[in-house]
């Protein structure tokens, strides 16, 4: 199905470079900055900072869901996108291994959707299942694109058939490495606990858009809307806040500064509140190479930072390594079939990674096609 076409609103290529170059280098700063000034052993990604059983995969579960087994229902995979060279390959990947992973045991994926909020379809549409929504008005984003994904939910939410009854929201950076099973609990939808989402940290800012009549700010969860599989009425009672939470947060000098890149994070964090909505914490949901080392029973590989090694197989962070794998590398257009795997010494989940970035190219017909 496709939404309404709409020619206006459109980024320009240069801008969305800039923009994912930038972003880039802001994601990148800031985990060499904390492996620095805070300590953190990013080899294993975690802190017990905030006291939370990091240990657990499962670091916060409501009580009256403990020790339920799984659902077993099927939920629908959405991911947004734009229609960009960068995004396009990146959809591909994932949705090549959605395929593979999908009917194997232990999975309770459905169907698949990319929502394009291009306002136009683009050459992948006979490839991938996409529905097509429009993007903000021109200039209402500012530069941030990422305000576009809470608007494309409620489009899509609006118009589209989704026949599962849960949601999947992923992003075309997200590699399934395993089968991925339904780890929701009824209204108790499951994410992933980011280490640099710290609600209480910011609590002043917080309580701009969630009062102090609503509960402790600790009603927050540190999360972002990706990954995250929830109920499809839950989602569709807090996309519309969701947009609103982002769109104050962008328009307040304040906020903007100090959520910067991740302001978006914060709003549907802060929106799931408002509606009175916990997640169940599953650290096992998502790695992310190269500070994750082992790919083991997580569920999705996150490739957003860029892993750079020496060819003793030493991580240079910070520096471009003699060996390197950046989605940031390939803006313009897919990354080459049959890429060079790591030197020795590096870990497995930058292994694994490349491994099945090469599978997939390997299998995808007309791979170079932008």
């Known amino acids: 199905m496709i939404g309404k076409k709409n020619t206006g609103g459109r980024v320009s290529p240069l801008l969305l470079v800039l923009l994912a170059l930038g972003f880039g280098f802001a994601t990148y700063n800031l985990v060499t ?18 006291g939370l059983e990091w240990f657990d995969p499962i670091i916060q579960m ?33 949705y090549y291994w959605y395929k593979k992973m999908r009917d194997m045991p232990g999975s309770d994926m459905g169907g698949f959707t990319r929502v394009l909020h291009s306002g136009k379809p683009d050459n992948l549409m006979e490839e991938i299942p996409t529905f097509v929504v429009d993007p903000l008005p021109e200039g209402l984003d500012r530069g941030y694109i990422v305000l576009n994904r809470p608007w494309a939910f409620v489009q ?44 209480a940290d910011n609590e002043k800012i917080i309580r701009k858009y969630y009062p102090e009549e609503k509960g402790p700010v600790t009603n927050v969860d540190p999360i972002g809307n990706s990954p995250v599989i929830i109920k499809k009425p839950l989602l569709e009672k807090i996309a519309p806040t969701w947009m609103n939470v982002s769109l104050r947060m962008k328009d307040d000098s304040e906020t903007d500064k100090v959520f910067g890149w991740v302001l978006e994070m914060y709003a549907y964090a802060v929106a799931s509140a408002l509606h009175d909505v916990r997640h169940i914490l599953r650290k096992d949901f998502m790695l992310q190479p190269p500070w994750d080392l082992e790919v083991g029973k997580k569920f999705i590989i996150h490739y957003t930072y860029g892993c750079d090694y ?11 390594g003699e060996w390197r794998f950046d989605k ?25 990674l490349v491994k099945m970035v090469n599978e997939a190219t390997a299998n995808i017909p007309g791979w170079d096609v932008e």
């Open 310 to 320: 020496n060819m003793k197989g030493e991580l240079t962070y910070g520096k471009i």
């Open 62 to 94: 409501p009580d009256e869901v403990k020790g339920m087994g799984g659902l077993n229902v099927r939920f629908h995979v959405a991911l947004t996108a734009t229609d960009a060279p960068y995004s396009k390959w990146q959809c591909r990947i994932m």
């Open 156 to 199: 899509w939410l609006e118009k589209a058939i989704i026949e599962e009854d849960y949601i999947l929201m992923a992003e075309p950076d997200h590699i399934l490495a395993n089968p991925l099973p339904n780890l929701a609990h009824g209204d108790h939808p499951a994410a992933f606990p980011f280490f640099y989402i710290k609600p």
């Open 33 to 50: 900055m904390v492996m620095h000034n805070k300590g953190i052993n990013l080899g294993n990604f975690w802190a017990s900072k905030e």
């Open 328 to 352: 940031r590398s390939h803006l313009r257009g897919p990354p080459p079939r049959n890429l060079p795997l790591p030197p020795p010494g590096v870990p497995d989940s930058v292994v694994r």
